[in-house]
């Protein structure tokens, strides 16, 4: 509202005609002794009291005469400044009235008048105060500002200068709704969507009057494809075969002159070529030959034998370990078989551990703590195997002599998942937390089975099978079907897990309801044995010597590879066990090159090589076999029989005392037998990748590993305390081909893994065809032995016979003897004399020492 | 100097190591082999291009030169080439071990 001060010196003319432009005329409160009016310039110039000349802020005072603006009013009527203020004027008392320049506009406008005596003596009383002030704004006014000149500059200044507008008045009416309702004012704040359409830029653009341009020489001539027809011949393929002279004419070539010629040159040339080329091997490479692995060396080999792995103990108390066995399939679970702990051999059958549950345990590498998996058997299991054609089922000979089956294909999750929730699998089995167990599928008649233990069981190849006479014939269902046992009952038994064609009408008049409600449930695989189940036949071994049987303790037959298909099994083609049957032995075919010899080892400690093929012998009737060979190199129990797994005919027996390697087919005696040893030897295996090494396990918890190729009196490693106590069982498994365990078992229910060094489980180059040679040399020296024995004791006798024949000397007496004695003696020193005599040294002196 | 040519190719075929010995012409046929049919057809072949070849680079070298024996030592076994007057001695041996 109030204009800038500074331009005061600018137009005060228009300022003055400005601030008298209309301004808002509601006079607001103003004294009553007060009396603002405006002044003209020309007014200002009369009463001499122009602004900023006479009148300043500092001195706004200025008394004027009455009389003079009663005469300013008559001259100028009604345009005199002074006529609205003429009453007040007029009624003024005194003779000067005070005129103050109001710089501020206090009152509204730039001068006032004073209309009250009172008021101007208060109000001038002030500048009495201030006269230093005047006299200062005297001294300013003294020196006059020049007057500005307008050249024209104002306007653009003015045009230049920022003024406050009037305000924008905007007039608008509202709805009649909303008359007298409060008003509110907001900001739009709303973006300008508003695009920016392009227009055509009217502004010309530059014409282009020259361009380049290219040019390129084409030539006239264009290539373009056209199909034809092709009418001539093309040959699409060549059928050909080599050009061959007939034989007449190879015959007449043969015999050419030219043929001869040719040969003549030749054959020097190409015998010493062929000469060159046996004697010497151009392209060894000496390195690898030394023995360089070809495997990455990063891993340095730390322990020279064997490293412990993991060891458990079965939580069981009360029960020895009989048995361990790898799964096959499972990598990481391994199954021990557990039986009573016996302080003595108790004679009576019954006993008190009858109630009490028999196990086989199936421990998982993941959780070790507990058993994964129980099998429940009839009586302790000594031994069990799995089925190599189905890992799923397993075969367990019992301490009573029976023989077990079990099928596990619906537990077997509880392996592959170890530590699962493990859902019982009866409701009514109120035993949550308890490991799953299955009962046993079948087990075979008490009546027919073995008398004693069974102490080996094995299963034989899918590839053959055996009818009751013992011929080995063709298996058509390329499954394992067939169970060896053995006891000290002198038999051995074969079994048949398939249902005898004759049983089939008795199974139906069996009622199911004798099956009571067990807490578990029975797999049906092999119901159709369940409690009928008899071996196919038995065996027994006379001895050779007529004494009796032999009491087989282990026992090992050759493994027949069969054909190449036979091998392969998978899942689908797994057909019910309980589908198969024994075919009639006339429908099958006989295999006739299957070796039906076995290797057995006896309770006392003989080796016995035999054939189970009953034979029938002149009066037709049928009976077991004369054995063919034994020997007692053990003597005592044999532990082990074990074949080679790269040799099918050398096979290994550990005796209590000593071990023997043998080879079939050498009826002497065996390759080598090792010396005594102080500890008894327990078990033994062969290694699964090193054709020389095998492992024998110690009655004190001792290991040793012998190697044959590196020493064949004594091992190549000995472990003392792998574990404690007796070991019982070695079982050797490959888990990767950077991972050996060896499974080792003693009597107290420890189980160790061990793990097969580097060293031990690679073999050493040509190890295979090292050992066979080794073989080799050992059946020569055997056999050679075995001879030079024969031919010593026919000398020996020849001789003991010439001593017969040869008159006897006759005995002389005491006194003749004597004088016999004297006639030598004589005849000693003449033979002395004569001696010394002739080296010149007679008489002989008398020292002993200097004769010659 | 009487040639048995019976004799000396039975001398040859029996030499310890021997796999198989072909005899071929100047035209590549094999007159006599040890080895089944397909088999000697394919190294006579083979091999008579590859005699050639031998041939012509030791007398290209050296005209005075002539090729005795070509051995191809190879992985399993060795083949040695002889050729003589237009006709070719192939032999295949293993090699001691």
Redesign the interface.
């Known amino acids: 509202m109030s204009p800038k001060k500074g331009k005061r010196s600018g137009s005060s003319k228009m300022k003055s005609k400005k601030s008298q432009s209309p301004t808002p005329q509601g006079k607001t409160g103003h004294p009553e002794d007060i009396f603002p009016l405006t002044l003209t310039s020309a007014t200002q110039n009369l009463f001499g009291c122009q602004i900023d000349e006479d009148v300043t802020a500092q001195s706004p005072y200025k008394l004027l005469k009455k009389d003079d603006i009663m005469q300013d009013i008559k001259t100028r009527a009604a345009v005199s400044d002074f006529s609205p203020a003429k009453q007040i004027v007029l009624d003024y008392p005194e003779e000067e009235i005070l005129l103050v320049f109001d710089s501020e506009f206090t009152f509204g406008q730039s001068f006032y008048l004073v209309l009250s005596p009172e008021a101007k003596n208060r109000i001038l009383k002030l500048p009495e105060t201030e006269t230093p002030e005047v006299l200062e704004n005297e001294v300013d006014t003294a020196r006059k500002p020049k007057q500005w000149v307008s050249l024209g500059s104002e306007k653009e200044i003015e045009e230049e200068s920022v003024k406050e507008r009037e305000p924008l008045v905007f007039t608008f009416s509202r709805k009649r709704r909303f008359f007298g309702l409060p008003v509110s004012f907001s900001d739009n704040i709303t973006p300008i969507s508003q695009g920016f359409p392009s227009y055509e830029d009217n502004r010309r653009f530059i014409p282009a009057m020259l361009t380049d341009c290219g040019t390129q020489a084409v030539p006239k001539v264009q290539s373009s494809t056209a199909q034809t027809n092709w009418l001539g011949k093309r040959n699409n393929s060549t059928h050909y075969e080599?050009?061959?002279?007939s034989e007449e004419e190879?015959e007449v070539?043969?015999?050419s002159d030219?043929?001869?010629?040719?040969?003549?040159?030749?054959?020097p040339?190409?015998?010493h070529?062929?000469q060159q080329?046996?004697?010497?091997?151009?392209?060894t490479d000496d390195l690898k030959d030394l023995g360089a692995d070809v495997e990455d060396d990063n891993e340095p080999d730390l322990s020279k034998g064997l490293e412990l792995f993991k060891t458990f103990t079965d939580p069981s108390k009360g029960k020895k370990i009989s048995s361990v066995n790898w799964h096959p399939s499972i990598n990481g679970v391994i199954a021990v078989a557990l039986k009573m702990q016996r302080e003595e051999e108790s004679d009576s059958e019954e006993d008190l551990s009858l109630t009490d549950p028999k196990f086989i345990a199936f421990y998982s590498f993941a959780d070790l703590s507990k058993p994964q998996l129980l099998l429940e058997c009839p009586a302790d299991v000594v031994v069990f195997e799995f089925c190599p054609s189905n890992p799923n089922i397993i075969v367990g000979g019992c301490a009573n002599g029976q023989v077990a089956l079990w099928d596990i294909s619906a537990e077997v999750t509880f392996l592959t998942q170890p530590g699962s929730e493990k859902v019982p699998a009866n409701p009514f089995d109120l035993r949550k937390e308890q490991t799953p167990e299955v009962l046993y599928s079948a087990a075979s008649e008490i009546e027919s089975s073995h008398k004693a233990a069974v102490t080996d069981v094995q299963w034989l190849p899918p590839t053959f099978e055996v009818t009751r006479t013992g011929l080995p014939v063709e298996n058509t269902s390329k499954l394992c079907v067939q169970v060896i046992t053995c006891s000290p009952d002198c038999t051995i038994m074969f079994w048949d897990v398939r249902l005898p064609k004759q049983a089939g009408l008795s199974l139906f008049q069996r009622p199911d309801q004798n099956t009571p409600m067990t807490r578990y449930i029975v797999p049906k695989t092999f119901k159709h044995l369940d409690r009928t189940w008899k071996p196919l036949f038995k065996v027994s071994f006379q001895k050779m010597d007529g004494s009796g049987v032999y009491a087989p303790l282990k026992l090992s037959f050759e493994p027949y590879p069969g054909n190449a298909e036979a091998g392969s099994w998978s899942a689908e083609d797994f057909l019910d066990y309980s589908q198969l049957r024994i075919p009639s032995a006339k429908e099958l075919k006989t295999l006739e090159d299957v070796n039906t010899k076995i290797f057995i080892g006896t309770e006392e400690g003989e080796v016995v090589y035999t054939d189970w093929k009953l034979e029938k012998d002149e009066f037709g009737l049928v009976h077991c076999p004369k054995p063919l060979f034994s020997f007692s190199t053990h003597d005592f129990m044999v532990y082990a029989v074990q074949r080679s797994p790269f040799f099918k005919d050398i096979v290994l027996t550990v005796g209590t005392w000593n071990f023997a390697i043998w080879k079939e087919g050498v009826m002497e005696g065996p390759l080598h037998v090792s010396k005594f040893s102080v500890e008894n030897c327990t078990a033994g295996c062969w290694s699964l990748t090193r054709p020389a090494v095998f492992f024998i396990g110690k009655d004190d918890g001792s290991m040793e590993v012998w190697d044959l190729l590196e020493n064949t009196n004594g091992p190549s490693q000995v472990h003392p305390g792998i574990i404690s106590g007796t070991i019982i069982c070695i079982k050797p498994w490959i888990v990767s081909s950077k991972q050996h365990f060896l499974a080792v078992t003693n009597d107290h229910r420890v189980v160790r893994i061990l793990e097969i060094s580097k060293s031990l489980r690679t073999p050493t180059s040509n190890e295979s065809s090292r050992m066979e040679e080794h073989f080799e040399w050992e059946t020569k020296y055997v056999k050679e032995f075995d001879r030079r024995k024969k031919v010593w004791a026919k000398e020996k006798e020849e001789q003991e016979l010439k001593k017969e024949t040869k008159p006897a000397k006759p005995v002389l007496t005491p006194a003749e003897q004597e004088e016999l004695d004297k006639k030598e003696y004589g005849e000693f020193l003449k033979l002395e004399e004569s001696i010394l005599k002739g080296l010149g040294l007679w008489p002989k002196p008398d020292h002993s020492d200097k004769k010659n | 100097?009487k040639?048995d040519?019976e004799g000396?190719?039975k001398?040859?075929e029996s030499?310890?190591?021997?796999i198989g010995t072909i005899?071929v012409?100047a035209?590549?046929?094999?007159?006599?082999s040890t080895l089944d049919n397909s088999t000697t057809?394919q190294y006579?072949?083979l091999l008579r291009h590859l005699a050639a070849m031998a041939r012509s680079s030791v007398r290209d070298i050296d005209p005075q030169n002539d090729l005795?024996?070509l051995?191809i030592?190879s992985k399993k076994y060795?083949i040695?080439v002889?050729p003589?007057?237009?006709?070719l001695?192939i032999?295949i041996?293993n090699?001691?071990?």
Do not use: W
């Open positions: 080599p050009r061959d002279l190879k070539i043969l015999q030219s043929m001869k010629e040719f040969l003549r040159g030749v054959t040339r190409m015998l070529a062929l080329e046996e004697i010497f091997n151009l392209f | 100097m040639v040519v000396t190719l001398r040859i030499y310890k190591g021997v005899v012409n035209e590549g046929i094999p007159i006599r057809v006579a072949g005795t024996v051995r030592h060795e040695m002889a003589e007057n237009n006709y001695l032999v041996q090699p001691c071990e």
